[in-house]
């Protein structure tokens, strides 16, 4: 195929104009809100510490999520079209599966910055050096970008003849592999079962950090420690979980429970609202980075 068929918002044109301002909408909130913490970070000294390094990390990796796919759909819903071409569509797949599990993995490291903070105070600035910081960041964005390169060559390189529609307003693995031809999506699963087991490992990681983390709080005497303590953790803890529980209902849901209004519906919740929100979620009880936007 030379290109492929996405799935619309809307069939009238009014529904589309809508779509397309509603996008729009979402698309430069996310911009304007990942922006600000990036030139924050970067501008001012203040910042630099290892949770904001790790948090402009984070706010790099949103802008390229929300932008691998919302400008394509909002410029097919004002041209009145579905189509995407061959090498888009495999751009929109590699830079997905870049920077979804790149941003989990950088989710992981917070927790691991935050159990470091709150568990083990006295060793933090040994620990989580500017070089430390550097090489797991590198680490981060090097294993999403070679599970991206694997996953795309793979399901680039199996013959499709199912027709060229994909149930979706972006190019995603899932839809793009009921279009094969055989069982060669076989070896795609293969592949598949390595990022899952990837992604339990960071989960189970993410989990006994905060484990540590809670236990270490509920023994700090004074209230106003504790409570410090925990608006520390709770706007990574709100994300992580955010991120963890839709795409897991959006990859794990069963069959019965699928149709194209709800798997749009989930994928919105899981590659749009995310990256358009987080900003907000660590800036709204953040002294330190208003201080810093003013």
Not at 107 to 135: E, N, Q, W
Not at 225 to 248: D, E
Request: charged letters at 10%; a neutral charge.
């Amino acid at each position: 195929f030379n290109e492929f068929l996405l799935q619309a918002f809307a069939d009238t044109r009014q529904l589309q104009l809508l779509h397309f301002w509603l996008f729009l909408g979402i698309y430069l909130a996310a911009l304007l809100g990942n922006g600000l913490i990036i030139t924050a970070v970067a501008c001012d000294h203040r910042l630099h510490t290892p949770m904001y390094f790790f948090l402009f990390n984070l706010s790099l990796l949103d802008l390229g999520t929300i932008s691998t796919t919302v400008p394509k759909s909002m410029a097919n819903s004002l041209s009145n079209s579905r189509a995407i071409s061959y090498w888009e569509c495999a751009a929109q797949v590699f830079n997905f599966n870049f920077l979804l599990p790149t941003e989990y993995s950088v989710l992981t490291v917070m927790a691991y910055d935050r159990y470091v903070a709150i568990c083990k105070p006295l060793h933090y600035g040994t620990i989580m050096s500017s070089r430390a910081c550097v090489k797991m960041a590198a680490a981060a964005w090097v294993s999403g970008f070679l599970n991206a390169l694997l996953h795309t060559a793979n399901t680039f390189s199996i013959p499709l003849c199912q027709g060229n529609v994909v149930e979706q307003f972006f190019c995603e693995i899932p839809h793009i592999l009921k279009l094969s031809c055989s069982d060669t999506y076989l070896r795609e699963l293969e592949v598949l079962v390595i990022s899952i087991c990837f992604a339990l490992g960071c989960f189970v990681f993410i989990v006994l950090s905060y484990v540590q983390i809670f236990t270490a709080v509920l023994r700090i005497p004074s209230e106003q420690g504790r409570h410090k303590a925990f608006s520390m953790c709770l706007p990574h803890l709100v994300v992580v979980s955010m991120f963890i529980s839709t795409a897991v209902f959006a990859y794990l849901k069963p069959p019965s429970f699928s149709s194209p209004a709800l798997d749009l519906l989930v994928t919105l919740l899981y590659a749009v609202v995310p990256p358009t929100v987080n900003p907000l979620i660590y800036s709204m009880r953040n002294k330190e980075l208003k201080d810093a936007l003013k």
